[in-house]
Structures are given as C-alpha cells and as structure tokens.
Nanobody
Framework: VQLQAYGGGLVQAGASLRLSCAASGRTFSSYAMGWFRQAPGKEREFVAA????????YYTDSVKGRFTISRDNAKNTVYLQMTTLKPEDTAVYYCATDVSTGRLRAGVRIDYWGQGTQVTVSS
C-alpha cells in the first residue's frame, strides 16, 4: 500500500488549503482513511478520519468547524479541506489508512502511513 500526500504550503492566517492523499495497493473504499499532524517538538496527533463509505467522519476538537475530511473512492483519494487556518495548525500533515476508524482515532496500530506534507501558517 502506498499513500502519497500533497498540497501543503505556506499560507497566512485565515487562509484555506486543501490537502490530498492518493492511495494505491488495495481496495480503497474498503478502508478508513485519516489525517494526522505533527508540530515541531510535539507528538503526532489525530486530526480527522473517515469511514470507507464516507458516511462517518471524526475530528479532533481543535479543527471542528474549520476542517473537512472527504474522499473520492473513484479516484482513490482522500482530502482535507482546511479553512480559517491558524498559526497553531502549522505542522507536517500525514495521511494514514486502517481497517478501523477507531484505531485511526486512537492513533495506534495503524496499518499504513504516507509521507508528510508541510503546512505552515504565518500570523
């Protein structure tokens, strides 16, 4: 399984950015997808997850109302639409996949990780 994340960049506070993660190697729609982030000097944290059918979505409290996770199973791609970005959203963002949204939300025993994409929000 390969996950390729892209779409990061340098933006000003209040701006929007959309991250994408293209997956290959197994039946995409059968697996949950998630986004995590790791800020400098901090542990990697859960950001959002979505079930394989796209019906259920989960978010960490700090991004609720600002970030939206979605997926296009025809394109084997998961997205993270980020709006009203804040300097504290600055981090390397990673996508991940697992059979369970529970494990994604807990951040444990994740099946596969993608490489990160840097998001920097200036004040």
């Amino acid at each position: 399984v390969q996950l390729q994340a892209y779409g990061g960049g340098l933006v000003q506070a209040g701006a929007s950015l959309r991250l994408s993660c293209a997956a290959s190697g197994r039946t995409f729609s059968s697996y949950a997808m998630g986004w995590f982030r790791q800020a400098p000097g901090k542990e990697r944290e859960f950001v959002a997850a979505i079930t394989g059918n796209g019906i259920y979505r989960y978010y960490t409290d700090s991004v609720k109302g600002r970030f939206t996770i979605s997926r296009d199973n025809a394109k084997n791609t998961v997205y993270l639409q980020m709006t009203t970005l804040k300097p504290e959203d600055t981090a390397v963002y990673y996508c991940a996949t697992d059979v369970s949204t529970g494990r994604l939300r807990a951040g444990v025993r994740i099946d596969y990780w993608g490489q990160g994409t840097q998001v920097t929000v200036s004040s």
